[in-house]
């Protein structure tokens, strides 16, 4: 295959993940639009309730991340038996991670009114986060089907559902935050039934699909329950547990940056969410050819052609770093307009378009890091990317933004240098591991 015919695939792979994944953010960012017209406390409280939800939702979907590589690498050897097993499997852990997580937030909740947050944001923050959490466990059953698609190299279907789910949010937010259509004003807990309701139709609607769509016919099976092998569940969570731990890694890094900025005041925590939930939009963009090259690398693994694996990984790097540097001169230009998307309070706004400039600088960064990483994934290669992320962002990044803010004095704008630190090393060691598995595989290669 030439680089050309790489470009062209990885793109026909990776623009429905990249749809899908905007339709995901989509979600978070209307209900933030719609939540931060009720004022900075409301936008503050979604986002210190985040904390603790996305932390514990992205294991759970890290730990789904072990069906794509998984069934991807079993259809390059053409083994459609090992492929079911694999959804069969795959189902069973998910659900019952869901049921876990959904557990450890409803104990831990409480935690939030001493992380020496404002009073009235973490009021607001509890019941919100209540019902979003319900909210993980038909998420993860999406996560199911939609990883076993996007395996067989089928990402179109999670992508049209998703942007569905998208109108049905838009519609419920707009009925339950503000009370229109006959519903109860409900404020920011109506944004928490609105994403409830939402994934529980995406959950509903990707199995339908799955089950009774003729092109997934012949993986029937991995519908039916029983005759469990013990060694297949060891396999995918010894893939599983280390990728939701790399997302555990870095999305709370994130995560306690916000608490960080909390301790500077609401104002400024509103000013984080705004800029925060920008990065994410152009993060979740750039994670459509993170799975791109997840399922490509996977599946020249299983056809043993390390040439053509190294040859889409790279394209889809060169893709993602083009991408970035698009999103860093949107976020350098717009960086006064875009936060009035949020919020009309000015000194938000001034907070905001400083911290936009530091999340233009680490575009670049974030894009290698997770297509390096996904791609590290595809070659089942997950613990030691692990230690490596813990590393960049505990070790180094939150202890470096922590001095630059508060013993420095750089507020915001340290916690965030401190952000782009982390980045930086991460992508970095992301991108030698990948270079020298590759290189140990061709050896192995030549050898056979």
Same mark, same amino acid.
């Given at each position: ?29 209307? =209900? ?12 503050? @409280? ?25 069934? @991807? ?6 083994? =459609? ?108 807990? /109506? ?56 997302? !555990? ?7 306690? &940056? ?17 800029? !925060? ?12 050819? @993170? ?10 693994? /299983? ?69 390096? @990483? &996904? ?5 089942? =290669? ?28 750089? /507020? ?34 030549? =050898?056979?």
């Amino acid at each position: 295959m030439t680089l050309k015919t790489h470009l062209r695939e990885n793109f026909y792979l990776a623009y429905p993940v990249m749809l899908s994944n905007l339709g995901h953010v989509t979600m978070g960012v209307s =209900d933030n639009v719609m939540v931060g017209h009720l004022g900075a406390s409301s936008l503050a @409280a979604a986002g210190l309730a985040l904390v603790a939800f996305n932390v514990l939702m992205l294991f759970g979907i890290g730990v789904s991340y072990a069906i794509t590589p998984l069934v @991807a690498t079993a259809h390059g050897e053409g083994n =459609d038996e090992a492929v079911a097993q694999t959804l069969k499997h795959g189902l069973i852990i998910n659900v019952i991670t869901g049921v876990c997580l959904v557990g450890v937030v409803y104990a831990a909740r409480n935690i939030l009114y001493y992380i020496d947050q404002p009073e009235d944001v973490v009021d607001l923050a509890i019941p919100y986060l209540g019902i979003i959490t319900v909210s993980i466990i038909p998420m993860l059953i999406f996560q199911t089907y939609k990883q076993f698609a996007e395996g067989l190299s089928n990402t179109k279907v999670a992508m049209i559902i998703i942007l569905f789910a998208n109108v049905v949010n838009i519609a419920l937010n707009y009925s339950l935050i503000y009370g229109h259509a006959g519903m109860p004003a409900l404020g920011l807990r /109506g944004a928490g039934w609105a994403t409830l309701l939402s994934r529980i139709f995406m959950a509903l609607a990707i199995a339908g699909y799955i089950y009774y769509s003729p092109t997934f016919h012949k993986y029937r099976a991995g519908f039916s329950f029983g005759n469990y092998a013990r060694s297949l569940f060891k396999k995918m969570l010894n893939i599983g547990i280390p990728s939701g731990a790399q997302f !555990i890694f870095e999305v709370a890094a994130f995560d306690f &940056s916000l608490v960080m900025i909390g301790w500077l005041g609401t104002t400024t925590q509103a000013a984080h969410q705004i800029t !925060i939930n920008m990065a994410t939009v152009t993060y979740m963009t750039t994670a459509g050819l @993170a799975a791109a090259a997840t399922v490509r690398v996977s599946y020249f693994l /299983g056809n043993k052609d390390i040439r053509n694996l190294k040859l889409a990984a790279y394209s889809l790097l060169g893709m993602a770093m083009a991408l970035m540097g698009c999103c860093a001169v949107i976020f350098i230009a717009g960086r006064h307009t875009l936060p009035h998307l949020y919020i009309d309070d000015a000194e938000v706004i001034s907070i905001a378009s400083n911290l936009l400039i530091i999340a233009a600088l680490f575009q670049f960064s974030d894009g290698a890091q997770v297509v390096c @990483a &996904s791609a590290l994934r595809g070659l089942q =290669d997950v613990k030691i990317p692990s230690v490596l992320i813990f590393i960049c962002y505990w070790v180094i990044s939150l202890p470096l933004g922590y001095v630059l803010a508060f013993n420095i004095g750089l /507020g915001a704008i340290g916690i965030w240098l401190g952000l782009l630190i982390g980045l930086t090393l991460t992508a970095i060691a992301m991108f030698v591991r990948f270079k020298m598995l590759v290189k140990t595989l061709s050896m192995v290669n030549a =050898d056979v």
